[in-house]
């Protein structure tokens, strides 16, 4: 796909017709790609939108931008959506309510989107890209970002002809973990206090990838891309290091999971604390069954690790570049038309979990806070039992004590006011697009 899109943009150039993007969100992860994205000649970045014009300066000043080629820097979303040249828009915000409307008002204005922004992707995602499947434009996870990359090692093993057993990433992470608040998260990072705050660190942001809400949500993305279905007891974070996957990785009584054609993610840290050797903190894998006789003989020759007599083997990617690699999304889909992983059915959810005893009354404070963190459900089970996904648990009340680690249920807090999160969320449940206990995944 590179080479195609890199010809496609080639051509671009040569015609004088470059492949205009805007950006909505100049975090972190847009400052790495404006890092990028100016270096591909056919590439136009025509504006940056963010809540802070100030911060978009700043996202473009660390990016390196000559001072006479900035793009324009605005607020207003909608505007820059509607500057001419924009043909994709790469959503990166991290709000849920946020990146919902601006994926839609892009799809309703004939642009292509690419989603960062995976907890919006984990809420509504697959009825987005039903929407934008009808406009005749592409809805595309983020290239860089794990779930699209562990849906291209899924893409690689079905088109070998192997069945795959389960896929995922890697993460640090410990039981205690789920308790982590912006308040404690900075000591398993080893980031004193402090310093967290003099370098402008976001402490929920932090918390939420700590508490494993974050981990949750991007296996949400890929069982909902590729068809995997998440376990019944949703992650269980076993210590695996890369050479162990194909033995960690597959179905009781082999391994640790409960069943195959499912999503895990590996700790990089054993249950007394120590590191994993060979971890895969930044990292994708898959693993996959070799069916055949042969291909059993031939995958050990090769130094792939195998586990069962050369039956389960597994293939990862030891680290991923995050917003470095974005531009791989953004060509795809604008030259080729092509998503890199895209949700097609309603497969995974992200239930809210009390991270202690709540009391009636009290108010949860969302992703990354307090009160709750993000499991990873099936679907199936999220609906039959009318859970509270986490992307709707930022400022909503509790009508009922919820005990510590217990998922909070829709009939636990108040009706929240109409709006177009809410709504679309609703047309997903009641009309979800696929089967809700998703399709074929060998």
């Known amino acids: 796909m590179p080479a195609r899109a890199l010809r496609a943009l080639e051509e671009r150039a040569a015609e004088g017709r470059p492949l205009g993007v805007a950006l909505v969100g100049a975090g ?18 025509v504006g940056v939108a963010d809540l802070s014009v100030e911060r978009c300066r700043t996202a473009l000043a660390r990016a390196e931008w000559p001072a006479g080629e900035l793009p ?26 946020a990146g919902i409307a601006h994926a839609l008002a ?26 934008a499947r009808e406009a005749g434009v592409v809805y595309s996870l983020a290239y860089g970002d794990q779930p699209a990359l562990v849906c291209e090692l899924v893409d690689w093993a079905r088109a070998c002809g192997f069945r795959v057993v389960c896929a995922g990433k890697g993460t640090k992470h410990l039981p205690a973990y789920h308790h982590a608040t912006p308040d404690t998260v900075w000591e398993p990072y080893g980031i004193p206090p402090e310093e967290a705050a003099a370098e402008g660190l976001n402490a929920r942001m932090f918390t939420s990838f700590l508490d494993g809400t974050k981990s949750a949500l991007e296996m949400a993305a890929v069982c909902n891309a590729t068809g995997l279905s998440p376990q019944e007891e949703g992650l269980r974070f076993p210590p695996c290091g890369a ?18 054609a499912t999503v895990e ?16 903190r930044f990292g994708v894998y898959v693993v996959f069954e070799a069916e055949a006789a042969y291909a059993r003989r031939s995958l050990p020759r090769y130094g792939i690790p195998t586990s069962g007599g050369g039956r389960y083997a597994a293939l990862h990617r030891p680290y991923h570049l995050i917003g470095l690699e974005t531009t791989v999304s953004v060509l795809a889909a604008g030259l080729l038309g092509e998503p890199t992983g895209s949700p097609d059915g309603f497969r995974a959810d992200v239930a809210a979990v009390a991270k202690r005893d ?13 009160t709750v963190h993000g499991r990873l459900v099936p679907a199936a089970r999220s609906l039959e039992q009318g859970l509270l996904p986490i992307g709707l648990a930022h400022g909503t009340r509790l009508l009922h004590p ?34 809700v206990h998703g399709r074929s995944s060998t």
Do not use: K
Not at 268 to 274: Q, R, V, Y
Not at 363 to 370: I, R, T, V
Not at 420 to 435: F, H, K, N, S, V
């Open 28 to 45: 972190t992860f847009g400052t790495m790609l404006l890092a990028q994205a100016r270096r591909l000649r056919g590439l136009r970045v």
């Open 72 to 97: 324009a820097v605005t607020t207003d979303a909608g505007a820059l959506l509607d500057a001419p040249g924009v043909e994709v828009v790469v959503e990166a915000t991290g709000s849920p309510s």
């Open 106 to 131: 892009a799809i309703e204005r004939g642009l292509h989107v690419v989603m960062v922004n995976v907890e919006a992707d984990a809420l509504v995602g697959p009825v987005l890209a039903e929407r």
């Open 243 to 260: 050479h162990e996957l194909p033995r960690v990785c597959v179905p009781a009584p082999e391994g640790a999971l409960s069943r195959a």
């Open 265 to 280: 993610v590996v700790s990089s840290l054993a249950g007394d604390g120590s590191e994993v050797a060979n971890d895969l």
């Open 358 to 370: 709540l009391a009636a009354g009290e108010e949860l404070d969302g992703e990354g806070g307090y």
């Open 402 to 435: 919820v005990p510590a680690g217990t998922a909070v249920a829709r009939a636990d807090v108040e009706a929240s006011a109409a709006g177009e999160t809410w709504a679309l969320r609703g047309a997903l449940e009641q009309a979800p697009p696929g089967d």
